[in-house]
């Protein structure tokens, strides 16, 4: 048995089919087969279930394939580790985050960084909502702050710190709405709303939205959303506090609607994958927030 014919079969799973995982691995499909066929040889007991359309786990291939998982997770510590140890401090350190997260709250941290790793680039990457999630999945960042969910333990394997708590509620210009007049989310419908730009991960839709406008305004960027909503273009779901002096003057209003939260409770967190062996630097950063 070798690390190689666990990845054969691994990408098989994953993706159903022969032709796929040899398209994603570059090898060819006899290549593949004849791999999983040693492999299966080798212990006399089938792995995958040949009779459907999509190739499928058997029950021994299952339990067979829970330990190999477990097996490559090591191994892709390890490997990672070994780099790490070769390349001594990184030379870059990719930090993400999602909208909801104050970039300015790592400040200090990175002012430590600074000073005890001076040779190294530190790479700050916004992205869309739920983009700390989507950006660990694709390997894009080291470590990642975003809004964090109990069901995401259910959609990857991750470690995590958390950081601090944020209150999400239903904004407005009063010259776009008086708040008197709205009591609904059906009676907000006839409102432009803007929003962040959803992330490519299955579970994020428009659904996750206030409302069903007809209108819609998307950015990627919590502040221009704050600066649309000023500008009374459309209502909007967003972080309290990063309104607050706005709603203390009066420039927006909070909504409270009799059919919906308008006071929502949420956790931002730091977050990685826990295959993922950081180096010196991002093992430094990531103790930081442990204290």
């Excluded at 959609?155 to 609904?184: R, Y």
């Excluded at 990627?220 to 779901?237: R, V, Y």
């Excluded at 308008?262 to 010196?280: C, F, T, W």
Aim: include cysteine; charge should be neutral.
């Amino acid at each position: 048995m070798t690390l190689e014919q666990l990845r054969v079969l691994q990408k098989i799973v994953e993706l159903g089919s022969l032709k796929k995982a040899a398209a994603a691995l570059f090898k060819t499909q006899p290549a593949l087969s004849m791999a999983i066929k040693k492999l299966e040889r080798q212990y006399n007991i089938e792995l995958l279930d040949r009779s459907q359309y999509r190739l499928t786990l058997t029950t021994q291939g299952t339990i067979f394939y829970r330990q190999a998982q477990s097996l490559l997770s090591g191994a892709d510590q390890l490997e990672s580790l070994g780099h790490q140890l070769a390349q001594g401090n990184e030379a870059v350190l990719k930090i993400g985050y999602d909208p909801l997260y104050d970039v300015s709250h790592m400040a200090k941290v990175l002012q430590h960084c600074q000073q005890q790793f001076n040779t190294t680039e530190f790479q700050i990457i916004s992205g869309s909502r739920f983009s700390s999630l989507e950006q660990l999945g694709k390997d894009t960042v080291d470590i990642s702050f975003g809004a964090w969910f109990h069901l995401f333990h259910g959609i990857g394997d991750f470690k995590t710190i958390p950081i601090n708590e944020f209150e999400l509620v239903i904004a407005t210009a009063p010259s776009l709405i008086d708040e008197q007049d709205i009591h609904c989310l059906a009676q907000l419908n006839q409102y432009p709303s803007i929003t962040v730009l959803e992330s490519e991960l299955s579970f994020d839709t428009e659904r996750l939205g206030i409302n069903k406008a007809k209108q819609q305004f998307k950015t990627n960027d919590i502040h221009t959303l704050k600066s649309l909503l000023i500008a009374g273009l459309g209502t909007a779901i967003l972080p309290k506090a990063l309104i607050r002096e706005e709603l203390a003057s009066g420039q927006l209003k909070v909504l409270k609607l009799d059919d919906f939260e308008h006071s929502m409770l949420g956790e931002v967190r730091m977050i990685k994958r826990r295959d993922k062996v950081l180096g010196p630097v991002g093992q430094y950063f990531w103790d930081c927030f442990k204290a």
